[in-house]
């Protein structure tokens, strides 16, 4: 038998004043993509805001449904408008800011698996890591390098 071990580095800064001027920009395009959320039945509003490798920026937020399983998260809602947009351009960098309207969220939130998923299947399909910026109620953020850090040994489509 042999034992493996996986670990995680990230980033952790106590407010975004830390960050570098690109990346305190994307954060504040999250929080902005808040207003955008359609989020009747949790409460839970997502913003998240993507920069693409050709400089532009894109936003989005989730988006829920009566049918609860229909809800599309704002991490592939982002996703979806960046590749409508700029089709074929890969992301960089994606902030994610949330708030909850029933009590406040302390700790930066981090992407669903679901959400982890999509994220890293968009790496694979660019070999391009996407850098994640996570920010909750308080000032602190999470800086990850890239998402497949977040998902170890994840499926895809080298499998099929
Ligand atoms: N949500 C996201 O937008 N991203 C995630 O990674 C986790 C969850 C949304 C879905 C739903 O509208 C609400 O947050 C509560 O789960």
Known sequence: MKSKKISLNYEVYDSAEE?????????????????????????????AAARLVNGAMVSGANCENASY??????????????????PGV???????????KLRPVE????PCGACRQML?????????????ILQGGDETVYVFERVRDLLPLHFSGDFL
């Open 19 to 47: 960050l570098t001027d690109d990346l305190r920009k994307l954060l504040k395009e999250a929080k902005l993509a808040i207003a955008k959320s359609y989020a009747p039945y949790s409460g839970f509003q997502v913003g």
């Open 90 to 100: 890969a992301v960089r960098a994606l902030a994610i800011s949330v708030k909850n």
């Open 107 to 110: 700790k930066p939130t981090p």
């Open 120 to 132: 890293v299947e968009h790496e694979d399909r660019f070999d391009q890591p996407i850098q994640l």
């Open 69 to 86: 399983p229909l809800c599309i998260c704002a991490e592939p809602a982002t996703l979806a408008a960046a590749a409508s947009a700029h």
